[in-house]
């Protein structure tokens, strides 16, 4: 048999190149009309997941709402694990509901707050349901009151308050007398009562298992804390509870390094840092993989003036101080930018800034009596020359003489009584002159001696009333009357140069300087003097402030080479310890104190300036306030007054108009010398999205914005459109 084959057709070799051609046309035709039907009807938006590390300097301790005044990295982590009954809202600056709804009486003195359904503690489980009920919120404030409450400073915020329950779900607070910043209270964080059950309250800052495993009703639970060879780790996992708005992150990790090197050297594995420090040119010291955000606190650094010393009791002193006071020279060099004039800082003080004006600081000086010394010896000077030149006696201020000799002094026979005498040596008749009296006074001791230095000389009556006096300053060396003389001189340009109409003729006591005792010309390189009072004691002051921070000890030198050029001494004191610090600061022992307070979100002043914040001194250590704020030991009835008003009312016109005259009251005091507000900087990886600072009334604040932060992202189709819609859109030529 024979096979056939049939023949097989194939296409020319140009019309498969120009069929491959279409079809790689078409493919890209079709990504391209994807890529822009995509862009056109989809966004893009957050996506849950991902966990975000954040690096911080500290030290960890125990993890309770109730002891995280003075740890902010811990202040951190509980602002996520804990939730108080209300919350602030920086981007609003209120205080708005979290765990309860709130009711106030119209005389701010009745809080009435009712839980939310359905809020569960971290621990809560099918098997054991553990929920936030009013004897939780009971428990996390009457254990504040408990007089064996280990934290003082927060059982003040609580006293003389009434606290009760009024139904299964509302709690009633009642307060002695109105105070309209109680809100701000309640956003501490509300502890589980069963947790701290069998524990008394003396020790109950010692619950080490609940410290270091808390448990809240916050947006995060803790999970573990790992000791690593870098840092301390504590890992928050996000719960899901479907009373809360969600949140993006699914973990929040915190790394607490030793010291900012260490956090350096584990920097690409953080995705935030907080309170990156700034080099000597006030830029931050973070990688560029980071973008930074500047913020500041209502806080406020300032020098306060212990009222209670007589030196500082004179308002002039204190107001030649404050005008004596460069503050854009002293923030420039810390990198600050920041001027604040007042502890107020609510107000507006667009109408009131503060001026440096060192010539209206001299006025000051002078109008409270503080003279630079070379102002009291030319003063001398003058009153000695104008005793030398009117009435009987007439004589050079400075002589030469060695031992031995005598000083003749002569005078007119018709202004004086036969019998008179000089420093009691009889005159006589002038032996060549008619109606001329002589006298010669003696320098080898005995009746009217002139001593080496400054000599009185008096004109007595027979019946030992004075008619006159002079003074002479004498000397036996030539180099030291040479330079009396020079001194005779310039008072003699300083008197011409009262009249002088061109100031580059005038002499004026800043163009002189004392040197062993007299004047000369000033030099550029010649130190300022320090200013002496009426009776000879130095304007010397001692100014106390701490170690932490470093600034301090910076700014408190820029303050004395600010003041030293007005003639002030100032001696910087800072003690080795915190404990000691803490101890002169509760003392008062201070002239000065460089600090800095914080106002938090309520920008309530009453603390801080009113007269019950003034430290009693009876000498007993044991009498000492931790609560007592007011540093200066400010006491004004007036300003009392315009506080209290500040406090209690809720009327916001008649609170500005309160705030506008304690302002006022304040600024013509001088209780202190406000300086600047200081700023800070987070930082954070560009991946990090969402991330929105506000006005912070604290560190831990930026976390209440973290529902807003995200890492993932997901692509979704706008309302209204999703594949389906691809055909019409492509023939809508869009």
């Known amino acids: 048999m024979h096979s056939f084959s049939r023949p097989v057709f194939k296409a020319p070799r140009w019309e498969r190149i120009v069929l491959l051609v279409c079809i790689v046309a078409f493919l890209i035709s079709a990504l391209i009309l994807t890529q822009r039907f995509i862009a056109a009807n989809t966004i893009l938006r957050p996506a849950p997941g991902g966990t975000y590390i954040e690096g911080s300097v500290g030290e960890i301790q125990q993890l309770i709402p109730w002891f995280t005044v003075t740890n902010d990295v811990n202040r951190d982590i509980v602002s996520l ?393 004498r000397t036996n060396k030539p180099a030291l009357y040479r330079k009396a003389a020079e001194e005779q001189q310039l008072v003699d340009l300083f008197i011409q140069s009262r009249d002088a109409v061109d100031s580059e003729n005038k002499l004026t006591v800043e163009d002189l300087y004392i040197e062993n005792g007299m004047l000369r010309r000033r030099l550029s390189t010649d130190p300022q003097d320090i200013r002496v009072n009426n009776n000879g004691e130095k304007l010397s002051l001692v100014l106390l402030t701490s170690d932490a921070p470093s600034q301090y000890r910076h700014i408190a030198e820029v303050i004395r080479d600010q003041w030293a050029q007005l003639g002030v001494h100032v001696g910087i004191e800072v003690p080795a310890t915190r404990e000691d610090f803490e101890k002169k600061l509760l003392a008062r022992e201070y002239d000065i104190l460089l600090f800095g307070q914080s106002l938090l979100d309520n920008l309530d002043s009453y603390p801080y300036w009113h007269s019950s914040g003034v430290q009693k001194l009876t000498g007993e250590r044991n009498d000492l306030r931790l609560d007592a704020y007011n540093l200066s030991q400010y006491s004004s009835l007036k300003a009392d007054t315009l506080l209290e008003v500040i406090r209690q009312t809720s009327d916001e016109e008649e609170r500005d108009t309160a705030l506008n005259e304690l302002r006022d009251i304040i600024r013509q005091d001088v209780p202190a010398v406000f300086l600047y507000a200081p700023q800070y900087t987070f930082a954070y990886t560009r991946n990090l999205q969402g991330v929105v600072i506000g006005n912070l009334s604290l560190h831990s604040d930026r976390f209440l914005t973290l529902r807003n932060w995200f890492l993932k992202q997901e692509r979704v189709f706008k309302p209204g459109k999703s594949w389906f819609s691809f055909i019409p859109w492509l023939f809508r030529g869009s």
């Open 81 to 473: 694990v804990f939730s108080g009954l209300l919350k602030y809202n920086p981007e609003t600056q209120k205080i708005e509901e979290d765990l309860a709804t709130l009711e106030v009486s119209p005389d701010n003195r009745i809080y009435t707050l009712t839980l939310k359904e359905g809020i569960a503690w971290h621990d809560s489980t099918p098997e054991d349901p553990h929920y936030l009920t009013p004897e939780d919120v009971l428990f996390t404030f009457q254990t504040i009151q408990d007089p064996q409450f280990p934290n003082t400073l927060l059982r003040q915020n609580f006293l003389g308050i009434d606290i009760e329950q009024i139904n299964e779900r509302t709690v009633r607070f009642r307060l002695e007398e109105p105070y309209s910043f109680f809100t701000s209270n309640l956003t501490l964080g509300i502890l589980p009562k069963r947790s701290f059950e069998g524990i008394p309250v003396a020790k109950i800052d010692q619950a080490l298992d609940f410290g270091f495993h808390p448990i809240g009703t916050g947006p995060y639970a803790f999970r573990s804390l790992i000791q690593t060879e870098l840092s301390t780790e504590i890992t928050l996992e996000r719960l899901d509870q479907s009373t809360d708005t969600p949140y993006n992150l699914s973990r929040v990790i915190f790394r607490v390094f030793p010291d900012y090197s260490t956090l350096l050297s584990d920097i690409r594995n953080l995705n935030g840092v907080r309170l990156v420090p700034r080099n000597d040119d006030g830029k931050p010291i973070i990688p560029r993989m980071f973008q930074t955000v500047d913020y500041t606190l209502p806080q406020y650094v300032a020098l306060f003036f212990n009222l209670d010393r007589p030196i500082l009791q004179d308002q002039k002193l204190r107001l030649g101080l404050q005008l004596g006071t460069n503050k854009q020279a002293l923030v420039e060099g810390i990198g600050e930018s920041l001027i604040v004039d007042t502890p107020l800082m609510e107000i507006d003080l667009a109408d009131w800034r503060y001026q440096f004006d060192p010539n209206a600081a001299r006025g000051a000086f002078f109008e409270s009596n503080w003279h630079l010394p070379e102002k009291v010896r030319l003063q001398r000077l003058l009153e000695i020359r104008e005793a030398n030149t009117v009435g009987s006696l007439s004589i050079d201020p400075i002589v030469l003489l060695d031992t031995g000799a005598v000083l003749t002094i002569t005078g007119s026979m018709l202004q004086v009584a036969s019998g008179a005498t000089v420093n009691g040596l009889p005159v006589v008749q002038h032996p060549t002159a008619t109606g001329a009296w002589i006298v010669n006074l003696p320098t080898h001791g005995g009746t009217g001696s002139l001593l080496l230095g400054l000599n009185m000389i008096q004109l007595q009556n027979p019946n030992g009333s004075i008619l006159d006096s002079a003074y002479v300053w």
